[in-house]
């Protein structure tokens, strides 16, 4: 059974940085393309990074290219996404995704 657990969200100011993490089980970690997606409020899921199997970046939302880096660690099979210079716009819950799998997500909020 797929297991992902979000973590390491929280409030923080436009300007400030968070790491997301994402503690996954019950798949071949160090060899499965994963991703970050993100719902703001009132909106629908936006696909944020992407990292192919052989943990590599793939894919950034334009809106969070130079800011955002996703990252793993195989031995902790771990799923990361560093968020820096946050903007008031970059306030949703975050998700990590493999396959058809979603955990419950971590709130970002970033106010003043």
């Known amino acids: 059974e797929v297991t992902l657990v979000e973590s390491g969200g929280g409030l923080v100011q436009p300007g400030g940085s968070l790491r997301l993490s994402c503690a996954a089980s019950?798949?071949?970690?160090?060899?499965?393309?994963m991703s970050w997606v993100r719902q703001p409020p009132g909106k629908g899921l936006e696909t944020v990074a992407i990292?192919?199997?052989?943990?590599?970046?793939?894919y950034y939302l334009e809106a969070v290219k130079g800011r955002f880096t996703i990252s793993r660690d195989d031995a902790k099979n771990t799923l990361y996404l560093q968020l820096n210079s946050l903007k008031i716009e970059d306030t949703a819950m975050y998700y990590c995704?493999?396959?058809?799998?979603r955990g419950q997500g971590t709130q970002v909020t970033v106010s003043s």
């Open positions: 019950g798949f071949s970690f160090s060899s499965t393309a």
């Open positions: 995704v493999v396959g058809q799998s």
């Open positions: 990292l192919s199997s052989r943990g590599s970046p793939t």
